[in-house]
T-cell receptor, first 116, second 112 residues
Framework: EAGVAQSPRYKIIEKRQSVAFWCNPI?????LYWYQQILGQGPKLLIQ????????DSQLPKDRFSAERLKGVDSTLKIQPAKLEDSAVYLC??????????????FGPGTRLTVT | RKEVEQDPGPFNVPEGATVAFNCTYS??????FFWYRQDCRKEPKLLMS???SGNEDGRFTAQLNRASQYISLLIRDSKLSDSATYLC?????????????FGDGTTLTVKP
């Protein structure tokens, strides 16, 4: 079974530039998550989709971050414009059902973003 | 106060030692609980779910105390390969689906 795919694996940009990350979840997984993990901290949920609908984006900085999941499959996360504090690993995860129903989350390898 | 709190460690233990980690959570309506393992510069992976009655998987034992709002992970007979960061995860129900909150992790180093 193929895992969660993410690209790119690494990205270096200057502040005020824009960047986009792509995620392809495990086939058949209804729920897709984007997390931000800053060094030394646990993953912080940015946005959660169930199929192609947003169920939680309460921690997404909507003035600069946006995400979409067209057709309920793959997803993109965009940052525009980037700030220095956006330097982090961006993790995509998917699960068969909603996390509140005790489904395991499978994580992709992440995109390591450095903003200079 | 953070929703999920863990002792960051680091815990440095010799091979064969027994080590325990605790994790406290603030939302009394939390429904499900997990321990994930994260190796350096890798993605988190599920280690085990935590059930109300407690559960064991080989050398690993997880327990839940709803009254005191904490979960624990016990590792017996530590191996070098157990060196990693252990993340506590607490799920709660929001309007449409569950929401996962991760702790900041506890770092374990097992030494020969």
């Amino acid at each position: 079974e193929a895992g969660v795919a993410q690209s790119p694996r690494y990205k270096i940009i200057e502040k005020r530039q824009s960047v986009a990350f792509w995620c392809n979840p495990i086939s058949g997984h209804a729920t897709l998550y984007w997390y931000q993990q800053i060094l030394g901290q646990g993953p912080k949920l940015l946005i959660q989709f169930q199929n192609n609908g947003v169920v939680d984006d309460s921690q997404l900085p909507k003035d600069r971050f946006s995400a979409e999941r067209l057709k309920g499959v793959d997803s993109t996360l965009k940052i525009q414009p980037a700030k220095l504090e956006d330097s982090a690993v961006y993790l995509c995860a998917s699960s068969l059902g909603a996390s509140g129903m005790s489904y395991e989350q499978y994580f992709g390898p992440g995109t390591r973003l450095t903003v200079t | 106060r953070k929703e999920v709190e863990q002792d960051p460690g680091p815990f440095n233990v010799p091979e064969g030692a027994t080590v325990a980690f605790n994790c406290t959570y603030s939302n009394s309506a939390s429904q499900s609980f997990f321990w994930y393992r994260q190796d350096c510069r890798k993605e988190p992976k599920l280690l085990m779910s935590v059930y109300s009655s407690g559960n064991e998987d080989g050398r690993f034992t997880a327990q839940l105390n709803r009254a005191s709002q904490y979960i624990s992970l016990l590792i017996r007979d530590s191996k070098l390969s157990d060196s990693a960061t252990y993340l506590c995860v607490v799920n709660s129900k929001n309007t449409n689906a569950g929401k996962s909150t991760f702790g900041d992790g506890t770092t374990l180093t097992v030494k020969p």
